[in-house]
């Protein structure tokens, strides 16, 4: 157990809708981090927060949008989905988000769009 | 960050060591190299990195070459529940470091 807590584990909605998927990180960890993995695609980095900031983007959609509360918990909305947006939604967390300190990550939200 | 080639498959037999390659010849002075893995859609798992001496935990050790182009990460006694994908990662340490996961090697231990 990696201590990083995402909701739900399995989603399944329609084409069109939007979705919120929930990441709870380690205590005490101020960075959390979203990556999509799709079976074309492998791991891609989607999004990264440090203590409510965003800090870095990576290959997210306009559709998609995240953010991370007082409290540190996370969440990743999507909106708009395609059937091209089913994937592997992973969060991991880190102390501070730097380039040496170790990234846990959850064991991911499936979404399927239909 | 530095790109990372790795072979994209390997079989290892059941207790034996694990030798898994890695080259990072573009890699810069401030960037550590990790080793995270998935086991069958998982989450990744953290197992070790280094800046550029050898290091060493309960999982794994980390060789990384002197001219720091390369690495191997070595699993002494490989059992079947490390069948997983092993991915070898540079990351630049003064940045907001995300990780860039790349294709991997895919590790299949077998009895």
């Known amino acids: 157990d990696s201590g990083v807590t995402q909701t739900p584990k399995h989603l399944i909605t329609a084409t069109g809708q939007r979705v919120t998927l929930r990441c709870s990180p380690r205590?005490?960890?101020?960075?959390v981090y979203w990556y999509q993995q799709s079976l074309d695609q492998g791991l891609q980095f989607l999004i990264h927060?440090?203590?409510?900031?965003?800090?870095a983007k990576g290959n997210i959609l306009e559709r998609f949008s995240a953010q991370q509360f007082p409290d540190l918990h996370s969440e990743l909305n999507l909106s708009s989905l395609e059937l091209g947006d089913s994937a592997l939604y992973f969060c991991?967390?880190?102390?501070?988000?730097?380039?040496?300190?170790?990234?846990?990550f959850g064991q991911g939200t499936r979404l399927t769009v239909v | 960050d530095a790109k990372t080639t790795q072979p994209p498959s390997m079989d290892c037999a059941e207790g034996r060591a694990a030798n898994l390659p890695c080259n990072h010849s573009?890699?810069?002075?401030?960037?550590?190299v990790y080793w995270y893995r998935q086991i069958h859609s998982q989450g990744p798992q953290y197992i070790i990195h280094?800046?550029?001496n050898n290091e060493t935990n309960e999982m794994a050790s980390l060789i990384i070459t002197e001219d720091r182009k390369s690495s191997t990460l070595i699993l002494p006694h490989a059992t079947l529940r490390d069948t997983a994908v092993y991915y070898c990662?540079?990351?630049?340490?003064?940045?907001?470091?995300?990780?860039?996961f790349g294709a991997g090697t895919q590790v299949v231990v077998t009895p």
């Open positions: 990662i540079v990351r630049v340490t003064d940045s907001w470091g995300k990780l860039q």
């Open positions: 205590s005490g960890d101020l960075s």
């Open positions: 927060y440090y203590n409510g900031e965003e800090r």
């Open positions: 280094g800046l550029k």
């Open positions: 573009t890699i810069s002075g401030n960037e550590y």
């Open positions: 991991a967390s880190s102390p501070y988000g730097t380039g040496h300190d170790e990234a846990f």
